[in-house]
C-alpha cells in the first residue's frame, strides 16, 4: 500500500484544535462526549451540514472499521463498530473519533501520497493516521481535565479503552 504524507501538524497543535471544537461544540467542560451524536447530528447542524455519514456493512468493508473521503463528504463506518459506539465500547467510540479527524484535517491538499526513498519513513507529525490518532486522543480524553487521573479512571470517565487513556495520559 502506498504510503500518505500530511502537512505538518504538531500534538501541540491538535491539542489545542480538539480544546476548540470541544468548545465550538458545546462539550468543553465534560469528560465523556458523546461521539455519535456528535457525527450523526451535531457536526452538521454545527459545522459542516453536508457531511454523509454512512454505517455499512461488514460484508462490504472488510477489515476497515472506517473510512472518510473529505473530498466527497463521507466518513462511512462498519456497522459492527457504529454499534460498538452506540453501546460505549471505548475502541470503537475511538474510531468514530478518528475518522472524524481525517475529515476535518485532512483533505486533497493537505494529504497526499508520500514518495518515499529507500529505507525512508514519514515522521509521525506528518503521518495522517498517526494525526487522527492524536485528534480522536485529544477529543475523547481532554488533557486538562485528566490531570492526576489514573488510566482506569480516565477509561470509566472518558468511555475509552484502558489502552487508549494510558498512552493519552503519558501525554
Not at 21 to 29: H, Y
Request: glycine share 8%; hydrophobic share 40%; charged share 25%.
Amino acid at each position: 500500500m502506498q504510503p500518505y504524507i500530511a502537512t505538518p501538524i504538531s500534538r501541540k497543535d491538535i491539542r489545542r484544535f480538539a480544546e476548540d471544537f470541544r468548545k465550538l461544540s458545546g462539550m468543553g467542560n465534560r469528560l465523556f462526549i458523546d461521539i455519535v451524536y456528535i457525527v450523526e447530528v451535531l457536526f452538521r447542524e454545527v459545522f459542516d451540514p453536508e457531511l454523509n455519514f454512512i454505517i455499512a456493512p461488514a460484508s462490504e468493508m472488510g477489515n476497515q472499521h472506517g473510512l472518510t473521503n473529505p473530498a466527497a463528504k463521507t466518513i462511512k463506518i462498519r456497522e459492527d463498530v457504529y454499534d460498538g459506539a452506540c453501546e460505549g465500547r471505548g475502541r470503537d467510540r475511538f474510531t468514530i473519533a478518528h475518522e472524524l479527524g481525517h475529515y476535518i484535517m485532512h483533505d486533497e491538499v493537505t494529504v497526499g501520497l508520500a514518495r518515499l526513498g529507500d529505507n525512508e519513513t514519514i515522521k509521525p507529525y506528518r503521518d495522517p493516521e498517526w494525526q487522527a490518532n492524536a485528534f480522536a486522543g485529544e477529543l475523547l480524553i481532554p488533557h486538562d481535565k485528566v490531570i492526576g487521573l489514573s488510566p482506569d479512571a480516565i477509561a470509566r470517565s472518558c468511555g475509552v479503552s484502558l489502552a487508549a487513556a494510558t498512552f493519552q495520559r503519558k501525554r
